[in-house]
């Protein structure tokens, strides 16, 4: 029995409402961390463990797990998984887990959103009931990215999504049901739940949020493929936060000739901690923070350790420019913008993420939020992007 | 410390020299320095040389200078200092036949831009000049660096895009009587501002061409001078100056302190002010760095280039001219060239045979910056020893 202390949900700006999409710089760890992010600065202190779930993971080799937990914040020894898995994997996971557990859930393809779950001691009971797995591998994807479509959506009505109901012989039907398309959905239960926004893991987030949102209790159930998982919610308090901007289509933009980025690893193994945690190093003797962390303070030549210190996520831009010429590998137009980060005074030069290019002005306001920057040599390489308050530019 | 005179200048033309490699364009400019010699020059005086290229070409800048010069029986150094490498190739230089130890000096500076893809330039040169875990990811090509001074300024000074157009324009239609010039044209107003976007608030005519170029200096110690010439033009000083590198810690982007601290340095060291100066060439690799500089320079109070631009008083015939050779903008950019060819156009304005030549010019100033903005080198010469 796990109790919902905080529900988050979390939605790409690209796209349209009935399907929001990635944007060039967002992929399913930046989601992962946009939603987790609003449940550890709603409940600080509160996150021992965390566990990802998701089929769109960028890489599959290690160093995900220290890209989420610096991106939301918490300390590299939280005990930390990732779980290649669906909507079943994910209410699994969320009607299991025990306390101090934050369980993300991030879908890419094929509507992008992300939700987090923190699970505590109070909040609205979710008690897992059964599950049943079964292989009707419907829709294939291979190591290296290639996919395989049956395209039979009768044959995974009847043998997928039924037969894996009927193998766990509910005695009532679901309040809400996860990981369908909202018409398959809605033959299902009972009540009148939302359309869900997507269909992999995060869909059971939200559908837990719009359970709890209209008060409904009783069985929620995740399928993927031949696959479903039930759990039993109960009415209770719990926190839901909500972070969707207003759909918007891509800006037209202009990819330059192709062009690879080189990367170092060395530096990008020594800037980790404070590039993809947003710390800076702050002097021992005078206390001023450096930006990158440097071996020398640039205001009393203290060569003396400097931990690293958080910095805060929102700030102001000192000043900004649109880049319009054809750069290779980038899509133009971009701006780039130097930011102020709270009252710190500290600066950071960052893409603008999240609007129309050529729009940001000098003294808008605005948030840091992990994006991928680019893709070097195929390695993602992620930091923050300045996302300007929604409606403070036109 | 011995005074010190140039004797020669030269330089090619700057242009997209597709024909012509980094080994034809020093050789051709060392030439001309040498045939610019009023009493003849014997190459066998040079006792050592100094080359300034910011990007190697086809080898290993010194040994291919050397080589492609015919310099194999002295020493050679490259200088390398972001876009200030020219004026502190004739720093290194100055300091060597100044001290006492090197009497005849060759000062040399190229580069060979369009050696690759106009486009692919802007990641070549990235690669070199940002952070490479912090920067180097987010597409901070040349212009941007610049722009985001630019967008600080136009913010705080009140000047507009009409005076960077007015700098675009003036360089232009100096570059036009220069034969050594790559844009012998003329601009307007309307046509800035009307020209595609580069990097806001820069458009295309906003900005400095791509060009390959070489360009040379015969510098000698005080007591050869008038074996060389009867016109010698004196080194009076020289200063270097540097600032924080990434962006984000410069305080105030509004003004380059390098180009304070080495402007500083080069006028202590002349024993001259700003009001001294009767001609200058000012890095305008963009209009409004142009701008900027003439208050870091001291030519104009804070925030007062707009006003300046407006009284014309940086135009041949004001004030100060600033670039009659067209300056960056309109007679190219090929970096390690730079700032040797401004001292070209100087030492040419001041034995009054300029292409503009600034009446009765007797002390005149070159100045780089670069790095991006965190470097800047200020020479200052005068036809007066001291
Ligand atoms: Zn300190």
Redesign the pocket.
């Known amino acids: 029995m796990a109790h919902l202390q905080v529900l988050a949900t979390h939605q790409p700006c690209w796209g349209s409402d009935a399907r929001r999409v990635v944007g060039y710089d967002e992929d399913a760890l930046t989601l992962a961390v946009a939603a987790g992010r609003a449940v550890v600065e709603h409940a600080p202190d509160a996150v021992t463990s965390v566990v990802l779930v998701t089929r769109d993971l960028p890489g599959l080799e290690g160093g995900t797990e220290a890209i989420l937990l610096a991106g939301l914040g918490l300390p590299s020894s939280t005990r930390c998984s990732v779980v290649l898995g669906g909507a079943p994997a994910a209410l699994d996971a969320i009607s299991t887990g025990a306390p101090g557990t934050l369980v993300i859930t991030a879908d890419v393809e094929p509507a992008a959103g992300a939700g987090a779950a923190l699970l505590g001691t109070s909040g609205a009971e979710l008690g897992a009931v059964g599950r049943s797995e079964g292989s009707l591998p419907l829709k294939v994807r291979n190591t290296s990215g290639g996919t395989f479509d049956y395209d039979d959506p009768r044959l995974q009505r009847v043998r997928g999504t039924n037969a894996a109901l009927d193998r766990l012989a509910l005695d009532d039907k679901p309040i809400a049901v996860a990981g369908l398309g909202a018409k398959d959905a809605a033959s299902l239960v009972q009540g009148s739940p939302a359309a869900l926004p997507t269909t992999g893991a995060s869909s059971v987030v939200f559908a837990l949020a719009d359970a709890l949102e209209r008060s409904a209790a009783g069985l929620v159930t995740a399928v993927e493929q031949a696959t479903a998982c039930v759990a039993r919610l109960a009415s209770g308090s719990t926190a839901v936060l909500r972070s969707a901007r207003a759909a918007r289509p891509f800006p037209k933009t202009q990819l330059g000739a192709d062009a690879s980025i080189a990367i170092s690893l060395p530096a990008y193994e020594r800037a980790f901690d404070s590039k993809l945690g947003l710390q800076a190093g702050q002097?021992a003797?005078?206390?001023?923070l450096a930006l990158p962390p440097r071996h020398r303070?640039i205001?009393?030549?203290?060569e003396d350790p400097h931990p690293l210190t958080p910095l805060p996520r929102d700030g102001v831009v000192y000043t900004a420019v649109s880049v319009h010429v054809p750069v290779p590998g980038l899509r133009t137009p971009y701006d780039l913008a130097i930011v102020e980060l709270g009252d710190t005074g500290v600066r950071l030069l960052t893409p603008v993420t999240g609007g129309e290019p050529a729009t940001t002005a000098i003294g808008d306001a605005g948030t840091l939020v992990l994006r991928r920057l680019a893709v070097r040599h195929g390695i993602p390489d992620y930091g923050y992007a300045f996302e300007p308050t929604e409606g403070a530019t036109p | 410390m011995r005074r010190v005179a140039i004797v020669g200048a030269g330089m090619t033309p700057f242009a997209e020299h597709f024909h012509l490699g980094i080994k034809d364009l020093l050789p051709m400019a060392v030439s001309e320095a040498v045939a610019h010699v009023d009493k003849g020059f014997d190459r066998k005086d040079i006792q050592a040389a100094w080359f300034g290229e910011l990007v190697s070409t086809d080898g290993f800048a010194a040994g291919v200078m050397a080589d492609s010069c015919g310099l194999l029986d002295i020493p050679v150094t490259r200088i390398e200092n972001a876009c200030a490498t020219g004026n502190d190739t004739l720093r290194n230089a100055f300091y060597a036949v100044s001290s006492g130890h090197v009497d005849v000096a060759l000062v040399v500076g190229g580069d060979k831009v369009r050696e690759t893809s106009s486009r692919a330039t802007f990641w070549e040169w990235m690669s070199m000049t940002r952070d490479q875990a912090w920067d180097y990811p987010l597409g901070l090509v040349a212009p941007a660096n610049f722009a985001l001074h630019a967008q600080r300024y136009l913010h705080e000074s009140g000047a507009t895009r009409e005076h960077m157009a007015m700098v675009a324009v003036k360089n232009h239609k100096n570059a036009v009587p220069n034969p050594k010039a790559q844009l012998r044209f003329e601009i307007s107003i309307e046509k800035v501002l009307a020209a595609p976007p580069v990097v806001t608030p820069f458009g295309l005519l906003d900005c400095t061409p791509q060009s390959d170029g070489a360009a040379a200096l015969i510098i000698v110690a005080e007591h050869l001078a008038e074996k060389y010439t009867d016109k010698p033009i004196w080194v009076r000083g020289v200063g270097l100056g540097v600032d924080r590198v990434m962006h984000q810690h410069k305080q105030d982007m509004t003004t380059f302190p390098a180009t304070v601290r080495a402007a500083k340095a080069a006028y202590a060291m002349a024993g001259v002010g700003p009001g001294d100066i009767d001609v200058a060439e000012v890095h305008d690799c963009f209009t409004a760095v142009e701008m900027i500089s003439y208050e870091d320079l001291g030519f104009v109070d804070r925030f007062g280039a707009a006003k300046a631009l407006e009284a014309g008083e940086t135009s041949i015939g004001g004030r100060i001219p600033v670039n009659p050779s067209g300056g960056l903008k309109a007679k190219g950019h090929p970096p390690g060239a730079t700032g040797i060819a401004q001292c070209v156009e100087i030492v040419e304005q001041l034995r009054g045979v300029a292409s503009n030549q600034v009446d009765g010019a007797r002390t005149g100033m070159a100045h780089n910056i670069g790095g991006p903005t965190a470097v800047s080198a200020v020479t200052i010469l005068s036809t007066d020893v001291s």
């Open positions: 002097c003797t005078c206390g001023t303070c205001e009393c030549g203290s």
